[in-house]
Antibody, heavy 120, light 109 residues
Framework: QVQLVQSGAEVKKPGASVKVSCKAS????????MHWVRQAPGQGLEWMGI????????SYAQKFQGRVTMTRDTSTSTVYMELSSLRSEDTAVYYC?????????????WGQGTLVTVSS | EIVMTQSPATLSVSPGERATLSCRAS??????LAWYQQKPGQAPRLLIY???TRATGIPARFSGSGSGTEFTLTISSLQSEDFAVYYC???????????FGGGTKVEIK
């Protein structure tokens, strides 16, 4: 069965960077695009971008261009999302997510979420 | 950017009753729309994609309809486990971007 396991909660100061990991199992890692979605406390869902684990190509939401970097390590079946120049508005739960067919732009599989708190 | 607007923000329904949730797109998204359910402290769960196709394992009491700019999620007979927040998501201009609605909370009346 497909499992996405994310790294633990983080507390960061404004201006710092955070790197969240998402380890995949139960399927061929390079066959499923991976997305990142975030959710601020009490708020809705916001798509951040996507990475193709096969070649490493990425596409980011315009809002995060220049601040987000998504990478992958095929040897450990892990994708990473790094967000820089953190501000208080970046406090949120960050999810990795993937679709069942590999390229679907909707999400059957989700990680458990990683809470990132930005506070001075 | 395509803006997704959900209504109402909160829906109070008694168990066993029918719930009808709306999602409107600022421009046509064809049938490229998905619905999710989210319970407190959990990741979202995919219910519907392609506006009307139930995801694997989703009970038949959940149904989706609509195309273009107007969409509806119907829960035919609310069960206790259905009280949650529901989000719509468009993927019409994929791979440029994906956008979610603001959510509808379905609460016990």
């Amino acid at each position: 069965q497909v499992q996405l396991v994310q790294s633990g909660a983080e507390v960061k100061k404004p201006g710092a960077s955070v790197k969240v990991s998402c380890k995949a199992s139960g399927y061929t890692f390079t066959s499923y695009y991976m997305h990142w979605v975030r959710q601020a406390p009490g708020q809705g869902l916001e798509w951040m971008g996507i990475i193709n684990p096969s070649g490493g190509s990425t596409s980011y939401a315009q809002k995060f261009q220049g601040r987000v970097t998504m990478t992958r390590d095929t040897s450990t079946s892990t994708v990473y999302m790094e967000l820089s120049s953190l501000r208080s508005e970046d406090t949120a739960v960050y999810y990795c997510a993937s679709g069942d067919s590999g390229y679907d732009p909707f999400f059957d599989y989700w990680g458990q979420g990683t809470l990132v708190t930005v506070s001075s | 950017e395509i803006v997704m607007t959900q209504s109402p923000a909160t829906l109070s329904v008694s168990p066993g009753e029918r719930a009808t949730l709306s999602c409107r797109a600022s421009q046509s998204v064809s049938s490229n729309l998905a619905w999710y359910q989210q319970k407190p402290g959990q990741a979202p769960r995919l219910l519907i994609y392609g506006a009307s196709t139930r995801a694997t394992g989703i009970p038949a009491r959940f149904s989706g309809s609509g195309s273009g700019t107007e969409f509806t999620l119907t829960i035919s007979s609310l069960q206790s486990e259905d009280f949650a927040v529901y989000y719509c998501q468009q993927y019409n201009n994929w791979p440029l971007t994906l956008t979610f609605g603001g959510g509808t909370k379905v609460e016990i009346k």
